[in-house]
């Protein structure tokens, strides 16, 4: 028996053992630090001009008019807040581009997303005619629509007012085109199941497909909230009262030497610096919900 055994036990340890996985090599170690080197340059050049801002926010004017590329300002100085707070209409600015901006993000929010919803489950004549029609917006320069814009606000009456500066934003063909594309990936079954419960269309749309297109919608507030508040040719053919200045104009206002004589550099950026601060706020609590899966799928 023991012969037996050794025979058996001899063919096995003659095989040869499988070889240990081999240790990364140096050359592709050294590749990804060049790539990552590549990347944290490409983050400097882009975040650069946004420290200068915040630099030359803090500067004195002939300090920021001699050295505009220095990070480390000569004599710190919080004048350009304390003059844009105290001698402009800053205040009434962020105002109006709040109200404005949060009206604007909810209605395209919700518009969006119904016509979204029409073109990706509704089947109506013309359907393919429309999402032509909207790819086609899509491709138009937003310069070319300013003239009949304002032909068509000033002939319903809501030139200078709320109305004229809301309404004309409260959808746009990209944020349509977003929607339809997501709501076109789930899956027709979950709405199958809510039909045969007794769900309507509109209750189907809001209360099932609407909540699992949560990446798709933050999508649209960060854009719609980033693109209303930075909004700019269309307030300026929509209002002229000042009252109803928001801040992308009046800020835009400040390069005519509105407030003083001279550059104005470190007036200017501070203004810049402060109107930043709300989109990127709605950017850092929104981000990580954009790549989240939609939740409540089920398996086909």
Do not use: C
């Not at 769900?199 to 209303?228: C, D, E, K, N, Y």
């Amino acid at each position: 028996m023991t012969q037996l055994a050794e025979r058996s036990a001899a063919p096995a340890e003659s095989q040869p053992r499988p070889e240990r996985r081999r240790k990364r090599r140096p050359g592709r170690a050294r590749r990804g630090w060049i790539l990552y080197g590549m990347l944290v340059s490409l983050a400097l050049i882009y975040i650069f001009p946004f420290l200068i801002q915040l630099a030359s926010s803090v500067k004195t004017e002939p300090d920021a008019a001699q050295n505009p590329l220095s990070l480390v300002p000569q004599h710190w100085t919080f004048a350009a807040y304390e003059t844009l707070f105290a001698s402009s209409d800053f205040t009434t600015w962020a105002q109006n581009s709040f109200f404005v901006t949060v009206f604007v993000t909810l209605g395209r929010v919700f518009f969006n997303s119904l016509a979204g919803y029409a073109l990706a489950r509704i089947d109506f004549r013309g359907r393919g005619l429309v999402f032509a029609l909207l790819i086609g917006v899509m491709a138009v320069p937003g310069v070319v629509l300013l003239i009949p814009k304002f032909l068509v606000i000033n002939q319903l009456g809501m030139y200078d007012s709320y109305a004229g500066m809301i309404l004309p934003l409260l959808a746009d063909a990209a944020g349509v085109f977003i929607m339809k594309s997501f709501f076109e990936s789930i899956p027709v079954s979950v709405e199958e199941q809510a039909r045969v419960d007794g769900a309507g269309t509109f209750r189907i749309f809001w209360s099932v497909v609407l909540p699992m297109a949560r990446p798709a919608v933050m999508t649209i507030v960060i854009l719609s909230f980033q693109g209303s508040w930075n909004e700019l040719n269309h307030f300026i053919i929509s209002t002229q009262d000042p009252a109803l200045t928001t801040l992308a104009k009046g800020v835009a206002q400040l390069a005519s030497g509105q407030l003083s004589q001279g550059t104005q550099y470190p007036l200017k950026l501070a203004a810049a610096a402060l109107m930043t601060v709300p989109v990127a706020v709605v950017f850092f609590i929104f981000k990580k919900r954009i790549m989240n899966a939609s939740a409540g799928a089920v398996k086909e």
